[in-house]
């Protein structure tokens, strides 16, 4: 592989949880002291999560090892002895909502006393846990992400008999090394394996499953606070990934997601071993690192598609990983996306801005050239892949120009999906040193401004797929047309985004019902049928093509491949 130069000087890596103090050994808080097993019933439990899949992933964990303890789900959170919100950090407006729930807590509080509410997720910081009770008054126990797979024990919940897994949680997260907690996430990886062995992961799909194969972010996005909540990158052992794999292989699951912050830079910490010596990836932008003899993502996806069923076929039909990061998306990972058959034909790629001035400010520490040659090559590679994106507006210093060169890029560039958003600024940040001078009003207007052009892309892009044949392997029933409160715990992340895609029109038919799924590109695609068919993998003509999403019917017989030139 040709190395290229680096872009620009590296960043420090923060210190983030690495600075952090000691742990003190987990105590049962007296407060919830009540849920002892035997003082009272196991409560029935709601977990609300906020954010992104990797916080979806870490709820399934959660609500795994409640459901180990004897607990049962509520139906929904006002009717729940015990609620865990999952929370995500990442914007202002994500905190505001749970800050905005705080009322609505308190009045469940009033009215059943014994009700106790936990706080976990990327909204606890050590730095600022101080202030997490002003925040949120109506909450009992706070948990970092990496504090989380000891819930169960803390709330009380584990009793003698319990796994020695759940039992042992504690110990591994408080490990001291000279004076101050060795790695503050390090034990998550030995957790989610003891987890698995003990059947404590409550999946909450049958048909997709995800899959965490690194923890935390060691890059240096000045605007970012994943950094300073997840710490730095840790990667699960390569083997442990491939036996939850298997396993996911051999439950029947169709899908599978690899997650991490930056699911590219999978392997680098881990220790070089003679079995992976024929790897010697360079990084082609960003800080350098020793790469050779570990393992990487493209390894992994070779091993997992090299999973087969008796037909010869791969056992998980669908590979799919997220994020990626232009710093480490190697010429190895882009042959192992075009060589694998399981992996599916998309890409979620985070360009941030098109103006090489804003990325540098943002330290993001490539140019748009370097990303137009990795998208180039990765288009070239895998023809007709889907790639969707996530821009900043508004960043401190964004002029009107700088503005137009994303818009610009957009334009060059596009991209399937685009996830955009306003520049929110966050406690702790790099980015707070520079002046948030984009007023909000000038915020917005390029906000909108950017998501009309790329909806008439996404439009554009759709109306491909017009007239084709596609695998859609649907995932759920959708619900009658209605108004979707974005602030209700008890509606679900897929049902937000659902509310954006325009409906299926018109009557589904006699036994039939309006459903959708997903295409190997990603596209949503409506469809009507059988409820049956929930789960499957299905044939659909494309008849209909908006900005967010496709419509289509079934078709009895798969003929061509859904892959566009
Ligand atoms: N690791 C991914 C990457 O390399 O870009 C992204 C993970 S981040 C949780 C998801 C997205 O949130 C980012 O791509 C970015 O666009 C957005 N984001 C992060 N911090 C933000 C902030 N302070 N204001 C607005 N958007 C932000
Ligand atoms: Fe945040 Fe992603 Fe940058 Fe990491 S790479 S600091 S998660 S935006
Ligand atoms: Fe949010 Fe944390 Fe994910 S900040 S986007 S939940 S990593």
Same mark, same amino acid.
């Given at each position: 592989m040709t190395a290229r130069p680096e872009v620009f000087a590296p960043l420090p890596v923060l210190p983030v949880l690495r600075e952090m103090a000691p742990v003190a050994p987990p105590e049962?808080?007296?407060?919830?002291?009540?849920?002892?097993?035997?003082?009272?019933?196991?409560?029935?439990?709601?977990?609300?999560?906020l954010g992104c899949q990797m916080n979806q992933s870490d709820s399934e964990e959660m609500a795994g090892q409640l459901l180990a303890v004897g607990c049962e789900r509520a139906p929904a959170m006002d009717v729940a002895d015990l609620i865990v919100i999952n929370t995500c950090a990442v914007r202002e407006h994500a905190e505001a909502r749970v800050i905005g729930r705080q009322g609505r807590l308190a009045e469940l509080k009033k009215a059943k006393p014994g009700l106790r509410v936990v706080l976990t997720g990327c909204g606890v910081r050590e730095s600022e846990r101080s202030g997490l009770a002003r925040r949120f008054p109506a909450v009992d126990m706070f948990l970092r992400p990496d504090e989380e797979p000891e819930l169960a024990l803390r709330l009380g919940l584990v009793?003698?008999?319990?796994?020695?897994?759940?039992?042992?949680?504690?110990?591994?997260?408080?490990?001291?090394?000279?004076?101050?907690?060795?790695? @503050?996430?390090?034990?998550?990886?030995?957790?989610?394996?003891?987890?698995?062995?003990?059947?404590?992961?409550?999946?909450?799909?049958?048909?997709?499953a995800w899959l965490p194969i690194v923890y935390g972010c060691d890059k240096t996005c000045t605007y970012c606070i994943v950094p300073f909540s997840r710490g730095p990158e840790r990667s699960r052992p390569f083997d442990d990934i491939l036996a939850e794999a298997r396993g996911i292989a051999a439950a029947g699951f169709r899908e599978l997601t690899l997650l991490g912050q930056n699911v590219n830079s999978y392997g680098h910490d881990l220790p070089a071993e003679e079995r992976f010596g024929h790897i010697c990836t360079e990084r082609s932008s960003g800080r350098k690192l020793?790469?050779?003899? *570990?393992?990487?993502?493209?390894?992994?996806?070779r091993s997992i598609d090299g999973i087969r069923g008796s037909d010869g076929n791969p056992a998980i039909s669908r590979l799919r990983f997220i994020t990626s990061h232009p710093w480490d998306l190697s010429d190895r990972l882009i042959e192992a996306m075009a060589d694998c058959p399981s992996v599916c034909e998309s890409l979620h790629l985070p360009i941030q801005s098109g103006d090489d001035e804003m990325l540098r400010r943002m330290g993001r520490q490539y140019t748009v050239e370097h990303y137009r040659e990795r998208l180039a090559r990765i288009r070239a590679a895998v023809p007709g892949i889907a790639v969707s994106t996530?821009?900043?507006?508004?960043?401190?210093?964004?002029?009107?120009?700088?503005?137009?060169?994303? %818009?610009?890029?957009?334009e060059e560039l596009r991209f399937d999906t685009v996830f955009a958003a306003a520049y929110s600024p966050r406690p702790g940040t790099p980015a707070l040193a520079m002046a948030d001078d984009v007023p909000a009003a000038v915020k917005r207007r390029r906000l909108n401004e950017l998501l009309a052009a790329q909806e008439a892309i996404g439009l554009e892009r759709n109306r491909a797929w017009l007239g084709r044949d596609v695998e859609v392997l649907v995932e759920r029933i959708t619900p009658p047309r209605r108004r979707l409160d974005p602030d209700d715990p008890d509606v679900d992340v897929s049902d937000e985004q659902a509310s954006a895609v325009p409906p299926?029109?018109?009557?589904?038919?006699?036994?039939?019902?309006?459903?959708?799924?997903?295409? *190997?590109?990603?596209?949503?695609?409506?469809? @009507?049928?059988?409820?049956?068919?929930?789960?499957?993998?299905?044939?659909?003509?494309?008849?209909?093509?908006?900005?967010? @999403?496709?419509?289509?019917? %079934?078709?009895?017989?798969?003929?061509?491949?859904?892959? %566009?030139?």
């Amino acid at each position: 592989m040709t190395a290229r130069p680096e872009v620009f000087a590296p960043l420090p890596v923060l210190p983030v949880l690495r600075e952090m103090a000691p742990v003190a050994p987990p105590e049962v808080d007296p407060a919830i002291a009540e849920f002892r097993p035997g003082a009272h019933d196991t409560p029935s439990f709601f977990v609300w999560t906020l954010g992104c899949q990797m916080n979806q992933s870490d709820s399934e964990e959660m609500a795994g090892q409640l459901l180990a303890v004897g607990c049962e789900r509520a139906p929904a959170m006002d009717v729940a002895d015990l609620i865990v919100i999952n929370t995500c950090a990442v914007r202002e407006h994500a905190e505001a909502r749970v800050i905005g729930r705080q009322g609505r807590l308190a009045e469940l509080k009033k009215a059943k006393p014994g009700l106790r509410v936990v706080l976990t997720g990327c909204g606890v910081r050590e730095s600022e846990r101080s202030g997490l009770a002003r925040r949120f008054p109506a909450v009992d126990m706070f948990l970092r992400p990496d504090e989380e797979p000891e819930l169960a024990l803390r709330l009380g919940l584990v009793s003698a008999q319990a796994p020695i897994g759940l039992r042992t949680a504690a110990t591994a997260a408080t490990t001291v090394v000279s004076g101050r907690a060795a790695s @503050a996430a390090d034990h998550l990886a030995g957790n989610r394996a003891a987890a698995l062995a003990e059947g404590r992961v409550a999946r909450t799909s049958t048909l997709s499953a995800w899959l965490p194969i690194v923890y935390g972010c060691d890059k240096t996005c000045t605007y970012c606070i994943v950094p300073f909540s997840r710490g730095p990158e840790r990667s699960r052992p390569f083997d442990d990934i491939l036996a939850e794999a298997r396993g996911i292989a051999a439950a029947g699951f169709r899908e599978l997601t690899l997650l991490g912050q930056n699911v590219n830079s999978y392997g680098h910490d881990l220790p070089a071993e003679e079995r992976f010596g024929h790897i010697c990836t360079e990084r082609s932008s960003g800080r350098k690192l020793d790469l050779r003899s *570990r393992p990487d993502l493209a390894e992994l996806l070779r091993s997992i598609d090299g999973i087969r069923g008796s037909d010869g076929n791969p056992a998980i039909s669908r590979l799919r990983f997220i994020t990626s990061h232009p710093w480490d998306l190697s010429d190895r990972l882009i042959e192992a996306m075009a060589d694998c058959p399981s992996v599916c034909e998309s890409l979620h790629l985070p360009i941030q801005s098109g103006d090489d001035e804003m990325l540098r400010r943002m330290g993001r520490q490539y140019t748009v050239e370097h990303y137009r040659e990795r998208l180039a090559r990765i288009r070239a590679a895998v023809p007709g892949i889907a790639v969707s994106t996530d821009v900043i507006v508004g960043f401190c210093g964004e002029t009107d120009a700088q503005f137009e060169a994303t %818009l610009g890029v957009l334009e060059e560039l596009r991209f399937d999906t685009v996830f955009a958003a306003a520049y929110s600024p966050r406690p702790g940040t790099p980015a707070l040193a520079m002046a948030d001078d984009v007023p909000a009003a000038v915020k917005r207007r390029r906000l909108n401004e950017l998501l009309a052009a790329q909806e008439a892309i996404g439009l554009e892009r759709n109306r491909a797929w017009l007239g084709r044949d596609v695998e859609v392997l649907v995932e759920r029933i959708t619900p009658p047309r209605r108004r979707l409160d974005p602030d209700d715990p008890d509606v679900d992340v897929s049902d937000e985004q659902a509310s954006a895609v325009p409906p299926l029109e018109g009557s589904a038919g006699e036994g039939s019902v309006a459903m959708a799924g997903r295409t *190997r590109h990603n596209k949503l695609v409506h469809l @009507a049928g059988d409820p049956a068919l929930v789960g499957q993998p299905v044939r659909i003509h494309i008849e209909h093509a908006g900005p967010f @999403a496709l419509r289509g019917h %079934l078709v009895a017989a798969p003929n061509e491949p859904d892959v %566009l030139a």
